[in-house]
């Protein structure tokens, strides 16, 4: 496996098809690069974590990526979202969170069964195109690689407990 590019999230050429993520602060650059990739020629997404606390998820270059995704996107790009618990989610990123409520029908949000939830790896995949995947997740550190193949079979995996999961996080809150 070759080593990490000096920016975040993208090759040192094209050839170059895999490289390391070193930490959760790379890890999160990573997702901020890849998600402004997302913005400019956007494609299904997928995001998988146990609870995304250490994601980016609220920066404003994340949500002004997410929102140029939707807008640019047509209505059949989605983001899945798959965690064991949203239980932190509205206090980590509250910004995510309204700006979902716009765009529900875009997003799926799944919560795992509490069997399967320490099955989940943080995850990222621009289908078709790049992937982060942390291996261990106390350090942040893991793989990225734009090879179809092992993307392939990360979707696969993240599709196996996503059948078995149930919907999470409903977009609005309802009260009477």
């Not at 494609?43 to 146990?50: A, G, L, P, R």
């Not at 059949?76 to 509250?94: D, I, N, Q």
């Not at 993307?151 to 409903?170: F, K, N």
Request: proline fraction near 6%; glycine fraction near 6%.
């Amino acid at each position: 496996m070759s080593e990490a590019s000096s920016t975040p999230g993208e090759p040192r050429n094209v050839t170059e098809l895999s490289g390391r993520i070193t930490s959760w602060r790379d890890f999160a650059d990573r997702v901020s690069a890849v998600m402004a990739m997302a913005a400019v020629e956007p494609v299904s997404i997928t995001m998988t974590d146990t609870n995304f606390v250490h994601w980016p998820l609220g920066q404003r270059s994340v949500m002004e990526a997410f929102q140029q995704w939707a807008v640019n996107g047509s209505s059949v790009v989605k983001c899945r979202l798959l965690a064991g618990t949203y239980e932190e989610f509205a206090r980590s990123h509250p910004r995510w969170l309204m700006w979902r409520a716009n765009w529900s029908h875009r997003v799926i949000c799944q919560e795992a069964p509490e069997e399967l939830a320490s099955q989940i790896r943080p995850m990222l995949l621009l289908h078709g195109r790049l992937g982060l995947r942390l291996v261990e997740e106390h350090l942040g550190t893991g793989v990225w690689t734009r090879d179809p193949g092992v993307l392939s079979d990360w979707l696969s995996d993240c599709d196996a407990i996503s059948q078995r999961s149930h919907d999470g996080m409903p977009p609005t809150t309802l009260g009477l």
